[in-house]
């Protein structure tokens, strides 16, 4: 079993810590992650990794070359949302920024990168301390965007896996409202894959007060949300999981004016292709189905972004990597999981590099708070990913984080000893 260094938290957890408040008091949205890449790449150049930033825009690649044996790839994503901060912690965020519509907003770490990024730079320190415990190569990763499902692919694209070492495997976690330092795992599919669209609908406007002369986009649209509402549960087979939601539905800027577009923000959720083709060939259908019965003036414009693969953690990798995290932290504080209907964009480091990805969690929360919370079946109302309210305990959710990477990086090096 792989070990922790001792005493690795002497001097570089406080660091960590400090680094931590300070990433998610100054939280950046996808692509504008520049402070945070700066950081990441002073703290891998004083821990003498080979540094290359602006890597797929703002990533940051750190690689420290430790004789032969295999390329591990370890990732963390570093951006934050457009969320209004309301956890009252003294270093809470309130930064706004402008975000790529123009708009200005509100931004904070509402998911957990700035844990994230902050454990992935403690790990990287306690590994390039300890090189006498490993041989082969360490690929460090600090990827953009991921909360637009981006950010993987623009790192592929610019060369990731011909300018760096190719991995033989890649590792990935991720905080969430579990239990603080309990790990979360499982084999095979872990997470959905994510579509976007945005539907522009076309009326045509008028005073609020004749309607019969407009051709109303916001009843049109209303009719929309409902409508896809019932995909789910009417063409959805009820052995599949998917998920449908409209999250975003802007039309018109004053009560007495009836505009001439209306737009709405669709996700879509699914675990497999099939499922996918479904979900996707229904929202454009009732798209212009409720256009036509609309008396739209034209056909709806259907613009889907970039989608977000399943989650795969490759199943004998995964065994291999959860034995090693139970053995540092014990069988009790290992929680098998259900399907997460959240989805991630690391599986693509996998795929377009040809080998194993996997990816666990592990809590943040006080755990009492969450053992009670499911015995009591109010597991859904604890402050989770993307809430306003959602604030990961520093201690021990930090160290826990940073000890999980290390102890499964060691674990990949180890196992490749003859």
Not at 385 to 400: C, K, Q, Y
Request: proline letters at 7%.
């Amino acid at each position: 079993m792989p070990l922790m260094p001792d005493g690795w938290e002497e001097g570089l957890l406080p660091q960590l810590t400090e680094l931590y408040k300070d990433l998610h008091a100054h939280p950046e949205l996808s692509f504008q992650e520049r402070r945070t890449a700066a950081k990441a790449a002073e703290l891998l150049a004083a821990a003498g990794y080979d540094v290359t930033t602006g890597v797929g825009g703002t990533g940051v690649v750190g690689v420290l070359a430790n004789g032969p044996g295999p390329t591990v790839m370890v990732r963390a994503d570093m951006d934050a949302l457009p969320v209004r901060e309301e956890t009252g912690l003294p270093y809470a965020s309130t930064v706004r920024a402008r975000a790529e519509d123009g708009e200005q907003v509100p931004v904070m770490h509402a998911c957990g990168h700035d844990m994230h990024t902050a454990c992935l730079a403690g790990a990287a320190t306690v590994l390039a301390g300890a090189r006498a415990e490993w041989s082969g190569t360490l690929l460090v990763v600090f990827q953009p965007a991921e909360e637009r499902m981006r950010g993987a692919q623009a790192m592929i694209e610019d060369g990731l896996f011909e300018r760096f070492p190719r991995p033989d495997i890649v590792l990935g976690q991720h905080v969430g409202p579990l239990p603080a330092g309990w790990i979360g795992y499982r084999e095979g599919t872990v997470m959905a894959g994510a579509d976007t669209a945005v539907i522009r609908l076309f009326g045509r406007g008028g005073h609020g007060a004749r309607p019969e002369s407009t051709v109303d986009p916001v009843v049109m649209a209303a009719a929309t949300v409902l409508r896809l509402q019932g995909i789910v549960a009417r063409e959805v087979p009820p052995q599949e999981s998917a998920v449908v939601t409209v999250g975003r539905l802007q039309a018109g800027s004053k009560e007495n004016v009836i505009p001439d577009t209306a737009e709405l923000g669709v996700s879509l959720r699914s675990y497999n292709d099939e499922t996918r083709r479904l979900l996707r060939t229904a929202v454009e259908r009732v798209a212009r189905g409720e256009s036509l019965a609309g008396g739209a003036t034209r056909d709806p414009e259907i613009t889907w972004d970039t989608p977000a693969p399943v989650l795969v953690s490759d199943p004998e990798a995964t065994r291999a990597v959860v034995a090693d995290l139970a053995g540092h932290f014990g069988a009790d504080r290992m929680l098998p999981m259900p399907l997460v209907t959240a989805s991630e964009d690391v599986g693509l480091f996998g795929t377009a590099a040809q080998v194993p990805t996997v990816f666990w969690f592990w809590g943040g929360l006080e755990t009492q708070r969450v053992l009670d919370a499911l015995a009591d079946g109010t597991f859904d109302q604890l402050p989770g990913n993307h809430s306003p309210r959602f604030a990961p305990l520093i201690d021990p959710t930090l160290g826990a984080g940073v000890e999980a990477l290390t102890v499964a990086a060691l674990g990949r090096f180890a196992a490749a000893k003859p």
